[in-house]
């Protein structure tokens, strides 16, 4: 995987669905395991002590990446990884191979994502002279 993979599609994807390294950690383990339904504790679970991520977390994660069509919801508040579109499995695959191959360049490219909306958010409440 090289630099240029990183495309401007890929990085809107990881600034909108992926908002914190954590929620990348709770996206690839449903998506390991594909075939299954979860709750957000029994992820949290899962995931513990290798990422210090509460339940509520895992569940502010799902719940934004069922906003972002990344996993579905089942009537019984499970998830399940199921992408709406071929799109989203093609960003989704190519976040497992950057964590896979160049994990440090893609937590330092979710950061820096993470800080200019931060940023751009900020920048919105600065006083202008006329």
Request: proline content about 3%; hydrophobic content about 45%.
């Amino acid at each position: 995987m090289e630099d240029a993979d990183f495309t401007d599609d890929f990085c809107r994807f990881i600034q909108t669905a992926i908002p914190s390294v954590d929620a990348a950690e709770v996206l690839l383990f449903a998506k390991r395991q594909r075939e299954s339904t979860w709750t957000a504790g029994e992820i949290g679970a899962q995931l513990r002590p290798a990422v210090a991520v509460t339940d509520a977390e895992v569940a502010k994660y799902l719940d934004a990446l069922v906003q972002h069509g990344v996993l579905a919801l089942g009537a019984d508040r499970r998830v399940q990884f199921r992408p709406r579109s071929e799109e989203i499995e093609m960003y989704t695959e190519m976040l497992a191979l950057a964590y896979r191959v160049r994990p440090v360049t893609l937590i330092r490219m979710i950061y820096a994502l993470r800080d200019s909306r931060i940023r751009t958010f900020a920048d919105a409440f600065k006083l202008r002279k006329d």
